[in-house]
């Protein structure tokens, strides 16, 4: 299991198509490096619109929930694969024991979906149902706090009203249905619209 102390940096899948989001996403976790580096940001990143192919597809076939569940998180693979050719730095971990007091500081840990799914549910039982209430959010939160991560980062492409709740972010569907319930062992859950330069992350009490 990872043993140095991490946090769970979800880029969401609707950022794959900004330009800006490798310059962005770079100085953003550069001042987070700086803030505090004794802590190893880990990304997880949405599957987007390869994640809106499996929803069309399973809406025109009505797929298995667990098959279309699992499909979705294969898309998250190649969303993840995307970024990391977009991100300078990164790097694909295939194996969660390999994030340590040894990893190379000036590389990015981008987590393989599938693989870190599979292998924390040979360990911990999974509670997330296999449904379209539950998308990346929730599973980035069933990581973070299954590994037991200081806190968990959603970037978006979307504001939130001042002082959001959990469950306030997913009425409005910022975050899936699922995710209050998910987060709630993590204290620390921010949001930050990344796209808006002037933004800066907000604590979802």
């Known amino acids: 299991m990872i043993s140095t102390p991490v946090s769970i940096v ?3 899948g609707s950022l794959l198509d900004w330009p800006d989001l490798p310059d962005r996403l770079t100085a ?3 001042e987070r490096r700086q803030a505090n ?3 190893l940001d880990v990304l997880i990143c949405g599957g987007g619109p390869f994640v809106d192919t499996i929803r069309q597809l399973d809406h025109v076939h009505h ?14 693979n190649l969303a993840s694969t995307v970024l990391l050719c977009l991100l300078p730095g ?4 295939h194996q969660l024991d390999a994030i340590g007091p040894d990893w190379p500081r000036k590389e990015i ?3 393989v979906p599938s693989v870190a799914m599979e292998e924390l549910e040979g360990r911990h039982p999974n509670p997330l149902p296999a449904s379209w209430d539950v998308t990346s959010d929730s599973i980035a939160a069933w990581i973070a706090g299954t ?10 492409s979307a504001d939130l009203p001042p002082r959001p709740t959990r469950e306030a972010a997913a009425q409005l569907g910022r975050v899936d249905p699922f995710f209050p319930l998910i987060s ?17 992350p907000v604590l979802l009490r």
């Open 28 to 30: 953003f976790l550069d």
């Open 147 to 156: 590994i037991r991560a200081r806190s968990l980062v959603l970037l978006k």
């Open 63 to 76: 797929l298995d929930d667990f098959a279309a569940h699992w499909l979705a998180i294969q898309a998250m």
């Open 90 to 93: 990164a790097a694909g971990v």
């Open 184 to 200: 709630s062992p993590i204290a620390d859950v921010l949001y930050l619209n990344l796209r808006d330069p002037s933004a800066s």
């Open 37 to 39: 580096p004794a802590v």
């Open 10 to 12: 979800k880029v969401g």
């Open 109 to 111: 840990p981008l987590l």
